[in-house]
Nanobody, 119 residues
Framework: QVQLVESGGGLVQAGGSLRLSCAAS????????MGWYRQVPGKQRELVAR???????NYADSVKGRFTISRDNAKNTVYLQMNSLKPEDTAVYYC?????????????WGLGTQVTVSS
């Protein structure tokens, strides 16, 4: 079993910054793509950013130039640096990891961390 534990959410004023972290633990052989998604009530979960093992990244258009995703493969951790935050960035942010383990390739999700941006 694999666990993804997010941290770093909170309340921030518009224009401020937050850094999210997500650490993977448990038994697995390797982690492929890791990413961050977000969801607001009544809407579908949407991709924010993702990063491959080789550090190829892609971002939602709405966060390009403001958010930066990175990862530390030795620590099985992915980060999301969020700058110039806007009220519309308010959401629950979820960590996602494509993990190769004893059950083959499985998609895992964290429990989510709340990010609230006040105007």
């Amino acid at each position: 079993q694999v666990q993804l534990v997010e941290s770093g959410g909170g309340l921030v004023q518009a224009g401020g910054s937050l850094r999210l972290s997500c650490a993977a633990s448990g038994m697995f052989f390797s982690i492929n793509t890791m990413g961050w998604y977000r969801q607001v009530p009544g809407k579908q979960r949407e991709l924010v950013a993702r990063i491959t093992t080789g550090s190829t990244t892609n971002y939602a258009d709405s966060v390009k130039g403001r958010f930066t995703i990175s990862r530390d493969n030795a620590k099985n951790t992915v980060y999301l640096q969020m700058n110039s935050l806007k009220p519309e960035d308010t959401a629950v942010y979820y960590c996602n990891a494509d993990v190769y383990g004893t059950y083959g390739r499985v998609d895992y999700w964290g429990l989510g961390t709340q990010v609230t941006v006040s105007s």
